[in-house]
Nanobody
Framework: QVQLVESGGGLVQAGGSLKLSCAAS????????MSWFRQAPGKERLFVAA????????YYADSVKGRFTISRDDAQNTVYLHMGSLKPEDTAVYFC?????????????????????WGQGTQVTVSS
């Protein structure tokens, strides 16, 4: 069966960096959009970043633009999220998601309903 497994979360001080990884198994997502979402306690799950298939097109939430970078390695069936200049408000569980669609627009990529597969999440905590 298809599995998405996130790793790389942890505790970091404000201003620091983390790199999250999401390894997919069970099928290839090289022709499909993959994204990151996050969910803080008691809040809804929010879009963070998305990457379409090649030529790669990336989209970011305004709150992370210029600080986070999403990338993918299709040979490894893995998507990454490089997070820099972290702030306490970035604290959340981060989820990887993959879609069976072949492309999503900047607007459509933000919809949780687009995604067929989700990881279990990895905790990121940013201390002040």
């Amino acid at each position: 069966q298809v599995q998405l497994v996130e790793s790389g979360g942890g505790l970091v001080q404000a201003g620091g960096s983390l790199k999250l990884s999401c390894a997919a198994s069970g099928r290839s997502f090289s022709t499909n959009p993959m994204s990151w979402f996050r969910q803080a306690p008691g809040k809804e799950r929010l879009f963070v970043a998305a990457v379409n298939r090649g030529p790669d097109t990336t989209y970011y939430a305004d709150s992370v633009k210029g600080r986070f970078t999403i990338s993918r390695d299709d040979a490894q069936n893995t998507v990454y999220l490089h997070m820099g200049s972290l702030k306490p408000e970035d604290t959340a569980v981060y989820f990887c998601a993959a879609s069976s669609a072949y492309f999503c627009s900047a607007y459509r990529c933000q919809a949780t309903s687009l995604y067929n597969y989700w990881g279990q999440g990895t905790q990121v905590t940013v201390s002040s």
